[in-house]
Structures are given as C-alpha cells and as structure tokens.
C-alpha cells in the first residue's frame, strides 16, 4: 500500500501541482514542458493497463515505473520531451488521420447514444410524473367522496353543536 501512496504521489500529485502553478504562470517552456509530460504519462499509462498481465510478473517493473516517472517530469533530464519526440509524436502524427475519423466516429455515436437515452429518459419521467399526479388526484377524490370525511364534517357542523346546547 505505502508504495501505491508513493507511486500516485510522484506519478499524479506532485505533477499535477506542478501543472497548477505552471497554469497560473506565463511561462511558455513550462506549459510545453508538463503537456508533453501528461501526454507521455497517458500514452504510458494505456500501453501499461494492455500489458498489466505481463508487467506484473517483471520483478523490479514498479520501482522502475517510480524512476521513468521521476525522469520524465524532471526539467533537467527533459525525459518527457525525449519520449514525446522519439516515439509518442512520430506515432500520432503518422497515424493522425486514421485516429482523427475514429474519434469523429465516436463523438457521432455517443452524441446519438446521449440524444437517445436524453429522449428516453424524458419519456419515462413524463410518464412518472404524470402517474403521481393521477395517484395524487385520485387520492384527494378518495378522501373527499368518503362516507367517514362526510360524516365527521357533519357531526361538528355548527348547526349540529347548537342543537345540542338547545336539548340542555
């Protein structure tokens, strides 16, 4: 447990504060820096959940996965910039098409997923409300037209506690 702490710690927080300050500065080298860092960190993260079988049974894999992490966000090793350019650029830019379709794709299908579900949705809670609110008509008929409600309003009407003052 103590070095999954260690590893979301150097592998997450440390470069997502980083990121925050850049964020808040106006130094064009350190944006560039980290986005290349996180881009280089998703590819990495991806390519490590397809081989986890694998990875696993690697003796040392975590503690080198700790280091790599480390090498790539540090500035001065430039370890981020290093697998951006010799791998993660080349890849994206040769196959850049083919993923650029794939992802219109994507974003048509689950546009029309949503706008299904958003319709259906929308029917079903049309339906339910308009169930409570038939229920709840039907309820106030019920209570109105009992025989009980009507014979309690009229044993304490006005008239009826007169009557009976009369009798004394």
């Keep these: 447990m103590p070095c999954v702490l260690c590893r979301n710690a150097v592998g997450f927080m440390y470069p997502a504060y980083m990121s925050f300050k850049t964020i808040e500065s106006d130094d064009h080298d ?17 390519l490590e959940k397809a ?17 790599f992490l480390i090498w790539c966000f540090l500035p001065f090793t430039n370890g981020s910039t290093t697998v951006y350019n010799i791998i993660v650029r080349p890849f994206f830019r040769r196959h850049q098409e083919r993923i650029d379709t794939s992802l219109a794709k994507a974003h048509e299908s689950a546009l029309q997923a949503t706008g299904e579900i958003g319709r259906v949705s929308t029917d079903l809670f049309g339906q339910a409300a308009r169930n409570v609110a038939r229920n709840m008509f039907v309820q106030q008929l019920d209570a109105s037209a009992s025989p009980s409600a009507s014979s309690a309003a009229g044993s304490a009407s006005p008239a009826a506690s007169s009557d009976n003052k009369k009798d004394k």
């Excluded at 350190?30 to 991806?46: A, E, N, R, S």
């Design 30 to 46: 350190t944006h560039i820096h980290w986005l290349m860092y996180w881009v280089v960190f998703g590819v990495f993260h991806i």
């Design 51 to 67: 081989t986890d079988v694998l990875l696993f049974w690697v003796k040392w894999y975590y503690p080198l996965k700790l280091l």
